[in-house]
């Protein structure tokens, strides 16, 4: 297991909640915020709090360099049974899909590399900015361990070649590659990126909670559904979206050019 001791005055992963904003910032900078078990459970953990009603968006950052470097090789090496590597995994599985379940979007802060897990994580948060310094890599392959899990994440956000090409040959891209591959939604320079998070939280925050968090659900809900059923689900839960009180206000809102105010429910 990861030794490292988390105190009162250095957790694994800070929290701080202002103004709607949950920001969760992966804390093991010396080790450029790898992903060990004990960080999976922290961040697990961390994620747990945004079903608090007052969170309306996630953010995701990294201390120190690095955004994320992915797993903790030296720890996957010290426990090397098949029992461990199949826990672990099972343990970064259940926090990556607790991302896309979590009932707000969450916004990825990449403001330096993103390897590995640390990409994965990217291509999981629903949305993600980028400093222009950013670099991305799926690079398992260059110690003979192909990404698997971050193939997952990868294929769901970019082409089939784009993303397969990442993972044979372990190379970088940086942040305007990946932002025409479709990994990250905007970048911007390094001075402005927290900046640019606002701006885009701010206009999450400015919408209907309860359309956001329906829509997220049926998003993802029928990314995995043939087109048929897909439909047969946004019609119902569209339909449901229009019996709520933040659909009529906003409707009557729009009518009556006035600024709509959100009752969340």
Not at 104 to 119: D, E, K
Not at 198 to 214: D, F, G, H, T, Y
């Amino acid at each position: 297991m990861d030794q490292s001791q988390t105190t009162a005055a250095e957790p694994l992963v800070h929290t701080k909640l202002e103004d709607g904003v949950l920001t969760l910032t992966l804390n093991r900078p010396q080790q450029y915020n790898a992903l060990s078990w004990a960080m999976l459970e922290a961040l697990r953990e961390a994620l747990s709090s945004a079903q608090d009603p007052a969170v309306r968006v996630v953010v995701l950052a990294g201390a120190g360099k690095a955004f994320c470097a992915g797993h903790d090789l030296k720890e996957m090496r010290a426990n090397c049974t098949l029992d461990f590597q199949r826990r672990l995994f099972a343990l970064c599985s259940e926090v990556m899909l607790s991302l896309i379940r979590l009932p707000v979007p969450v916004i990825a802060r990449v403001h330096g590399i993103a390897t590995a897990a640390g990409c994965q994580l990217v291509g999981m948060c629903d949305l993600a900015v980028a400093s222009s310094q950013a670099r991305f890599a799926v690079s398992g392959i260059n110690v003979g361990l192909f990404c698997s899990t971050p193939s997952v994440a990868l294929s769901r956000n970019m082409g089939r070649k784009e993303a397969f090409e990442m993972l044979v040959t372990g190379e970088f891209i940086d942040a305007e590659e990946a932002y025409r591959r479709g990994l990250v939604n905007r970048v911007v320079a390094p001075e402005a990126l927290d900046e640019e998070v606002e701006r885009l939280a701010a206009a999450i925050k400015a919408k209907s909670p309860v359309a956001v968090r329906m829509g997220k659900e049926l998003f993802y809900r029928q990314l995995e559904m043939g087109i048929e059923a897909a439909y047969q689900l946004a019609g119902e839960v569209m339909a449901c979206n229009m019996m709520a009180e933040d659909a009529a206000e906003g409707i009557d809102a729009f009518i009556e050019k006035r600024p709509p105010q959100w009752r969340g429910c």
